[in-house]
Every structure is written in C-alpha cells, then in structure tokens.
C-alpha cells in the first residue's frame, strides 16, 4: 500500500512539506519553497491555501508512488467519487508513458476510492469565496511561455512570470528577466536521496499538473486568481495503447485534461480561481508562425524547447541551448520551417540541416507517422499537422530520405477553449 501521510505549509518560511510512505516503508519528504516578498505580505485565507495544497499533495505523489506502484493508496481523508475519478485518471492516463515502459497495465495502477458517506461536492464548496485578482504566467523559456508573455504584454495584461526550478540557487532562464516584472521563483526539492535507496521503477509523470498545483498555491500566496498555461494542442494525441489505456506523455497537457484540473479547482478549491491556457485555440503550427511574427527579433537565440540540452536535475538553465540531435529539436525544426528561411533556423541549431541528419531518420519517422515507428515519448505536435509542416517548408531546405504523405490539416483552424481565457488575448 502506497500512504499519503500529510502536508503542511510554514507562513514564515513560504515552504511547503508534503510526506509519503511507500510499499517498503521508506518515507519520502518534499519540500517545495514559494516566492515570496515580504514587503507586499498578503493574510491568505487559509481553508482555500489548505485546498490547494491538498490537491498538489495528491499530484505530486506520483513522483514517489511511481517507484514500487500498487493498486493500493491509503489517504487520511475522506473523499467524494467525483475526486476519485479524477485521482484514477492522474495515476493512470497520467502515468500512461509509465506504466507503457515498465509493462503495467491499467489493472497495475492506483485506483482511489470514494466514502460514500464523506462529504458531498455542495458540503465541500458551498462557503468558499476568494478575493484575489491578478495573473500568474507559468514561464519555461520554450516558444510557447514566451508567446503567451509577449501576447499579454502587447493586450496591456499585466501578469507575474512564475517559474518552478529544481535547483536550490533558484536557477531559471534568463530570457525570463524581459518581462517587465520580476519573476518569482519557487524551489521544487524532490527527495531523490530516498527515491534512490528504493531500487523502484522510474518514468514519467504528469509533471505539467504538478507545476499547475505548485503554481496555483502561489497564486493564492500572492492574492492573485488566474494561473496561465501555455499548452496548444500538442497534448491531445496518443503514442500508443495498453489494452485500454491510451499512453500520451503529455496527457496532462490535453484539452481533456485542463478541463477537469480547472473543473477541479472550481469544485474544490474555489469556483473564483482559474487555471487554463489561452493559447488552447492554436495548433502547433499556427503557434510556431505566431511566434515568428511576434518573438522571433527578440528571442530566437534565447529560447529553447530542448530537453535534453536544458531542463535536467541539477544542470544550470540560465542560458538554453539546443542539443540539435532529440525529437523536441527534430520537431521544432519541422515546425518552424515553413516560416524561416533555412539558414535561419539551421543558426539557432550549430548550422546543421537537420532533415540529412542520420541520428534523427528514425526520429523523424515517429513524428510523421512512418514505417510504424511509435512517436517519441515528448511534447510534439500532432502526425498530421507535422506532415503540413514539412509540406510547407522553404525550397531551400533538403529532403527527408524517405518519402512524407500529403495532409490536408488546416493549421489555421481554431479549436474550443475556455470561455474565460477567450478575453485575455
């Protein structure tokens, strides 16, 4: 049995401590640290804090569930079928890539289970109001974060730049210092030292829930009360399937998956807190092109996508690079190709063309679709609008060695969204 211990937030710290115990006993420790300024101190209500912190309890517990998983979870509270359900879908369509690389099957993974005699939905909500105004920007350095910056910022929206770091000297990408505000930093430290005495599985997790949670804590700590993604519609697409389980690494950035986070936090948290992204409407090449035309002058040798090049446990992230040589840089050079001249983008990636490039055939076979080559387990954009994508690229880019079918995806198409972020760009 996988335990949820307890959490529990220190005001005069801003730190957060959320503990488990797994299948063999031993107990894990996170400690997340929150920005604060001390001379803006705002007296948060502190059953709305406590929520929010319940939720990002549960979410970050995937980290820790993961290494010895089991079917079994005992939580200290009670909870309504409608938290279960969505705590079944985390920790398992949220755990899907997972459970897909270490053989599990849906059967394998958590399943959360309800007292029907807790307290209903209306009991949990009923009384629960919030003040707070303003915005919370999740940054990363990626075209996405600094898109959605740059789109406020010219629609006059003031907002906070927030970003999550691993690294206890508070690292973050200096591409975030050109917002006009300062951004906030918070201190996500994973406890990697029990982690590893465990022998466990590892793999990943819905990392982009976690970060939503941890973000949403802040925006509480700082009277704020929308919390800003940056997601299109990379997220929507599965890799594969395990009897009837879809894996999508980045299930937790899908359309279904914002809906229930904000469906969520508007039942159980509060129904004046937002959480979403305004850029859902997009595709990913509709994203691309708008970050050509909107970011490309003052961020094209500032940003990255690159994981493997930036983003690791302990690597220093204040410069990004690209590593020209992954599937995220495999995608974001089909993706920016129809909109660059070839010599252009071939800069920002050691002047290679990247489509000759042997080490990424195979790679390339996965985004678009070919030879049933699995596409790569990372946050890329859809088969079809990647085949557009090499369709349109300049006449001065070579040929993939293989031939790319012909697709019809309408990359200008608009797609639903949250009728709350419809009015913030």
Known sequence: MFKFLDYNFNPETHQAFFRYEGVDGIVFTEKVTFAYDPHSPYEYTGEILDRALFLAWILIGTSYYKAHPTTEVELPVEIDRWQADFFNHVYQEGLSQFAFENNLTR??????HPDDKGPTVEALTSSLSYSGQGNIVLQSGGKDSLLVGKLLEKAGVEFSPWYITSSPDQDYPTVIDSWKTTPEIAVREIDLANLRQTGGLNGHVPVTYINESLALIQAILDHKNT???????????????VGDLEVNHQWSKSWSAEQLLAEYTARYISPDLHIGSPLRKYSELRVAELFIQNCWIEF??????????????????KILTWCADCAKCANSYLLFCPFLPAAELQAIFGNEELFTKASLTNIYKG???????IKPFECVG???????????RGEDYAELPFSV??????YLMEYPIQEYFTKLL
């Not at 059967?107 to 959360?112: C, K, S």
């Open 107 to 112: 059967a394998d993974l958590a399943h959360f």
């Open 227 to 241: 919390v800003i993604a940056s997601i299109a519609q990379e997220g929507n697409e599965a890799h594969t399937t």
């Open 300 to 317: 094209g040798d500032k940003f990255s996508s690159c994981n493997r090049a930036n983003y690791q446990q302990g690597h220093q992230n």
């Open 367 to 373: 985004l678009l679709g070919i030879d049933d080559f």
């Open 382 to 392: 859809t088969v079809d609008e990647l085949r557009k994508a090499y369709e349109m």
């Open 405 to 410: 079918p012909a697709s019809d995806f309408d």
